[in-house]
């Protein structure tokens, strides 16, 4: 009997670590896709009329909610199983995992943002006409009114360069 209880803690111990591990660990996403190639749709020339430096915010959804929950449950199954006899652990058990699942749920309800700086241009091409393209702020890249600008159209979005 000693030499099961010894094994059910270490199994405890190892699953409470994967389920901590797992819960930590988030996917990463590329804005951008690299090292592709656009075919350009037009490129036109222009001068920047206005600046606008705008912060937007993005609600970041939690992709590990699920198993959050069902480690919470696990670990709270676990610790109720450890007291009382009979029913009465049987009990403790059934309570303990839905307190568990309850509180892993409940510690990660605040919402998450992530905060992306864009820029929006006001542009005046070499035309006469008028165009407002609204992008990801480059820090090495600092627009000022006055400013030539080279608008380049892709299949689904327009970038703004600084003209050489």
Partial sequence: ?????????QITAILSTILIVMSVMTPAQAKYDRN???QVEKVTFGTVESVKHVTEQQLIEDQNQGWRTFGGALIGGLIGNQFGGGHGRNVATVLGAIAGGAM????????????????ELMIKNDDGTQVMVIQDEDPSM??????D???VYLKGYVRVDLAM
Avoid at 1 to 9: P, Y
């Fill in 104 to 119: 892993a749920r409940q510690y990660h309800q605040s919402p998450q943002y992530i905060e992306y700086k864009i820029i």
């Fill in 1 to 9: 009997m000693l030499m099961f209880h010894i094994k059910k803690k």
């Fill in 36 to 38: 592709t190639a656009q």
């Fill in 142 to 147: 600092a627009f000022n009114a006055g400013d």
């Fill in 149 to 151: 600008v080279r608008v």
